[in-house]
């Protein structure tokens, strides 16, 4: 077996790619739908936009991460994030999309000053005014200015945080620089805070075949919803940051099929109060795909998503095997 990568292979073995140079535009911003529970227990659906901001690398170094791609080396210079929403909520018609959420993902912390400069955080407060919910991602450790930052808010403030695995092997070798107690401990401080809090929750992590790394997400699943997680969102893991290619050459990745990711949608899906979604961004690399099923597949995840609901399996017109 490989020993675990420390910090410095894992930045040896990323591909050499150009990054995004600082700025006021962000990379990117879409609105999708997304499911939540209302206060009579009844799925509903809410606009959500996503604000995927320009910002600085974050300094963990996880294993199978590869947000950097998204990110510049330079310090997130002052005054950039705000000017970024501003552009990404020039023209957005809000008073037609009533109680919209919005994502700030900046691919790093959202806490850390050298991501997203303090001396922002008032203005960035102000600006999100309109929404009812803001979802920020954020490592366990750095939630100090969070209950601050959600003081200033009109809306509700959710931190989403990788959790990742709960497996007591995998987690550490992840380079997360976390363990299951801190994960628990800044959820206690954030729910105690009247903060909500979303997890990221990884399909087939390195070293477990795909069995074990579906019960394992099945786990981790369970875990963060006993510590008060309102959304989980499975991530099947992927490559593309070297490290993953690597261990998938020496036969420590197994890289998770689409049935596998339907599967823990379809264990865990139509628990009240508690969301669960799969993370399709990346659907057509899932192995067991073919172009004849994949589109109906993805389909079917996408309306699990929104309805929160086990729908019936669709009828494959190929040889693919579906969730079982
Ligand atoms: S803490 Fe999050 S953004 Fe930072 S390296 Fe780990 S997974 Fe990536
Ligand atoms: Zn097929």
Known sequence: MLKPFDSQQILQLRPKLSRPVPGHEPLDAQWEQEAFYDASGDVQATDVITIFLRGSECSFRCLMCDLWKFTHLERTP???????????LNNVDLASRQGAWIKLYNASNFFSARNVPSQDLAQIARQLDDFQRIIVEN????CQHAIDFSRQLEGKLEVAMGLETTHPEVLPRLNKQMTLDDFQ???NILHQANIDLRAFVLLCPPWLDERDGEQWCSHSITFAQQCGVRHVSVIPTRGGNGAIEQLQKAGQFHPPSAAALERVL?????QQEFVVTADVWDWPQLRGLCQHCSSLRLE?????NL???RLPKVDLPCRCSHES
Do not use: F, Y
């Open 266 to 270: 379809a264990e865990h899906i139509g």
């Open 300 to 304: 079917r995840m996408r309306r699990m």
């Open 139 to 142: 490592h366990p450790s750095l």
């Open 307 to 309: 309805t929160q609901r």
């Open 185 to 187: 401990r800044a959820c």
């Open 78 to 88: 002052d005054g950039a994030i705000p000017a970024q929403i501003a552009n990404a």
